[in-house]
């Protein structure tokens, strides 16, 4: 415990040496603030395998991004110049070209999604019904005023 610098690799080696002074979970779980639970599981990693799972973290880096800013805003040009041009592009047309040039498929669009939103694109939607269309009542009341008209 005394060489490493990490503090939460610190509190995992502290738990684990409560848990050998013979405190029960609840214990330890009230000196180093996790749940008996994790306290358990944390003990179970050290006795299958070793004081390393305590050391490590464990997590992986996080920036797996596919390409870099400028790779970006150039791939993404083409898909501005059609949508200036009045072309509708959907996330899935987005998604195949992405998929061909990073050349790994991706199994769901969120990161097209992110990518997207990154460069500052938003989501329009063309309204499901015409704006200028009268409502069900006034489509009611002229379906009546019809058939009165032609009976």
Not at 75 to 92: M, P, R, W
Request: glycine share 8%; proline share 2%.
């Amino acid at each position: 415990m005394k060489h490493v610098h990490n503090a939460n690799a610190y509190q995992r080696l502290l738990a684990e040496a409560l848990r050998g002074e013979g405190k029960r979970n609840e214990e330890i779980a009230k000196i180093t603030d996790y749940h008996p639970d994790h306290v358990g599981k944390l003990c179970k990693a050290y006795l299958t395998e070793g004081i390393e799972a305590l050391i490590t973290d464990g997590r992986k880096g996080g920036n797996s991004r596919n390409m870099t800013e400028a790779e970006a805003t150039a791939f993404l040009q083409k898909f501005e110049d059609l949508a200036k041009k009045g072309q509708i592009i959907t996330a899935q047309a987005i998604a195949k070209d992405y998929d061909a040039a990073v050349g790994k498929k991706h199994k769901s669009l969120s990161t097209v999604y992110y990518l997207l939103r990154s460069h500052g694109w938003r989501k329009i939607v063309p309204k499901k019904q015409h704006p200028g269309k009268a409502s069900d009542e006034v489509i009611e009341a002229s379906k009546k005023l019809t058939w009165n008209w032609r009976t």
